[in-house]
């Protein structure tokens, strides 16, 4: 079974920093493009970043461009996402999450999130 387990969320002041991890285990990791979404309260979901298999290509909102900076480790099958100078309105549960190769904003799995609050 997929899994996908994200750490490293907490309670920041605006203009501090996080590092967050995604454990992958039960799927090739380093064969899959990943995301990372996010939904505060009261929101939808929001895509964030992502990353292609090999770490080459990167994307992100702009919401979060020049601030956020997604990255991953093959070999230890572990996915980040640097948060630099937060604001209030990066406040979320923040997923790791594996899309779906068919659907666009769709995804196959996702972690149980781990809590960003910037307050």
């Known amino acids: 079974d997929v899994q996908l387990v994200e750490s490293g969320g907490g309670l920041v002041r605006p203009g501090d920093s996080l590092k967050l991890s995604c454990a992958a285990s039960?799927?090739?990791?380093?064969?899959?493009?990943m995301n990372w979404i996010r939904q505060g309260p009261g929101q939808e979901l929001q895509w964030v970043s992502s990353i292609d298999s090999t770490g080459d290509i990167t994307h992100y909102d702009d919401a979060v461009k020049g601030r956020f900076t997604i990255s991953r480790d093959n070999a230890k099958d572990t996915l980040y996402l640097q948060l630099n100078n937060l604001k209030t309105e990066d406040t979320a549960m923040y997923y790791c999450a594996q899309p779906n190769p068919r659907k666009s904003n769709s995804y196959l799995a996702r972690g149980q999130g781990t809590q960003v609050t910037v307050s």
């Open positions: 039960g799927f090739p990791f380093p064969s899959w493009a």
